[in-house]
């Protein structure tokens, strides 16, 4: 994620960049799902909140692939947010693995559905609540929602999916061309689009 703080700094803009949990040099954990990630960063922003030199008002999300998922669902738990980049997002986990086993050749059923209804149980949660089509609908603040054209882990169908389900107008969609998964090298040429929403989204609070 270094790219975006340094797209982030020169924009004037401070960025604090999180180690989840079994990531970098964060503490291991038992497992790690994307409601963890989601955990992470509740207590990264409640963190955040306790410093003096920080308005808590002014607070934006961004992150990538299971990291976007998660910002979407800790914005859609909060009401404080400034605003959320949501980057290569999938619309469903469920429809995400399903189409993982599709392309390893393993049976839904009985095989798949099984491993979905483990996985729920391990994680502790419903596939339908965390889901990213559905949790954009709670979220109250501006979102952006990136996603390369020409993603083979995640189909932009996925991106156009979300931003169907938004509850409001202040969800934007920005598909970039020749763009696959790991969107990092297009920041250099569509990182002021991502400066100009957070601006736009500071200016309305």
């Not at 975006?4 to 180690?19: C, I, P, V, W």
């Not at 909140?49 to 859609?76: F, I």
């Not at 986990?93 to 209804?117: C, D, S, T, Y």
Request: with cysteine.
């Amino acid at each position: 994620m270094l790219p975006f703080a340094e797209l982030l700094h020169r924009a004037g803009y401070s960025a604090l960049l999180l180690d989840a949990r079994n990531h970098g040099q964060s503490d291991n954990d038992s497992f790690s799902s994307m409601p963890r990630f989601a955990e992470d960063l509740e207590s990264g922003l409640d963190w955040l909140a306790r410093q003096p030199v920080v308005d808590p008002q002014r607070c934006y999300l961004l992150g990538h692939s299971v990291g976007a998922a998660a910002t979407l669902l800790t914005a859609s738990r909060r009401s404080d947010l400034c605003g959320v980049v949501s980057i290569a997002a999938f619309a469903h986990p469920a429809e995400l693995m399903k189409r993982q086993m599709q392309a390893h050749h393993v049976p839904f059923r009985p095989i798949g559905w099984f491993l979905l209804r483990y996985i729920e149980w391990v994680i502790g949660a419903r596939f339908d609540d965390i889901a990213p089509c559905h949790t954009i609908r709670s979220i109250s603040c501006p979102v952006l929602l990136v996603h390369g054209e020409a993603d083979r882990t995640v189909p932009p169908s996925d991106a156009r999916l979300i931003h169907a389900n938004r509850s409001h107008e202040q969800v934007s969609l920005l598909l970039l061309p020749h763009t696959r998964h790991d969107s990092r090298h297009a920041i250099a040429r569509h990182g002021e689009k991502v400066i100009r929403f957070l601006d736009a989204a500071g200016k309305r609070r």
